[in-house]
T-cell receptor
Framework: DADVTQTPRNRITKTGKRIMLECSQTKGHDRMYWYRQDPGLGLRLIYY???????NKGEISDGYSVSRQAQAKFSLSLESAIPNQTALYFCATTSGSYPYEQYFGPGTRLTVT | SQQGEEDPQALSIQEGENATMNCSYKTSINNLQWYRQNSGRGLVHLILIRSNEREKHSGRLRVTLDTSKKSSSLLITASRAADTASYFCATVNNNDMRFGAGTRLTVKP
């Protein structure tokens, strides 16, 4: 089974709709992240959480919110989706200690029409 | 904003050839990591090099780091068609990890 799972894998929604992307991990790590990937721009950090009570904004948090429901669960919400939020979204987790590698989910392809 | 910048943006080689990708960055780092991404999928960690290391090997991968030039390179030797993917460098400074835009590698059989 995958260490990090994301649901849904694909989603098409309309402008103004609220949408939630969910992430679960079985690595037992405290740290979880949400990234957005656009063609040619690599990954950009939206939000990150070092534990259930710790939520931090990344470089592109406007228009997004998150919830850390448990150590293993970290969800990303778009309160009112807009077309320029069309992208590939990735969740990741890391232990926060050496070797610091991040484990990524398979991604959610979101299209906002 | 991105920290690392990969060069070239795209690389096409024949199977069996070596592939070299470069990453330049701007600020100090604790470590630098390379990831691979197959089309539309999540990134997979390949190798990590600490700021006090100059070279690391893992199978057909060789990573170098020059902190004075703020640059790193990833060499894939004896490439295979299955190496076709995008490769990203990621710099880590304390708790901050930043990814570059990636190099798209195509290995022709």
């Amino acid at each position: 089974d995958a260490d990090v799972t994301q649901t849904p894998r694909n989603r098409i929604t309309k402008t103004g709709k609220r949408i939630m992307l969910e992430c679960s991990q079985t690595k037992g790590h405290d740290r979880m992240y949400w990234y957005r990937q656009d063609p040619g721009l690599g990954l950009r950090l939206i939000y990150y959480s070092f534990d259930v009570k710790d939520i931090n904004k990344g470089e592109i948090s406007d228009g997004y919110s998150v919830s850390r429901q448990a150590q293993a669960k970290f969800s990303l919400s778009l309160e009112s989706a807009i077309p320029n939020q069309t992208a590939l979204y990735f969740c990741a987790t890391t232990s926060g200690s050496y070797p610091y590698e991040q484990y990524f989910g398979p991604g959610t392809r979101l299209t906002v029409t | 904003s991105q920290q690392g910048e990969e060069d070239p943006q795209a690389l096409s080689i024949q199977e069996g050839e070596n592939a070299t990708m470069n990453c330049s960055y701007k600020t100090s780092i604790n470590n630098l990591q390379w990831y691979r991404q197959n089309s539309g999928r999540g990134l997979v960690h390949l190798i990590l090099i600490r700021s006090n290391e100059r070279e690391k090997h893992s199978g057909r991968l060789r990573v170098t780091l020059d902190t004075s030039k703020k640059s790193s390179s990833l060499l894939i030797t004896a490439s295979r068609a299955a190496d076709t993917a995008s490769y990203f460098c990621a710099t880590v400074n304390n708790n901050d990890m930043r990814f570059g835009a990636g190099t798209r590698l195509t290995v022709k059989p």
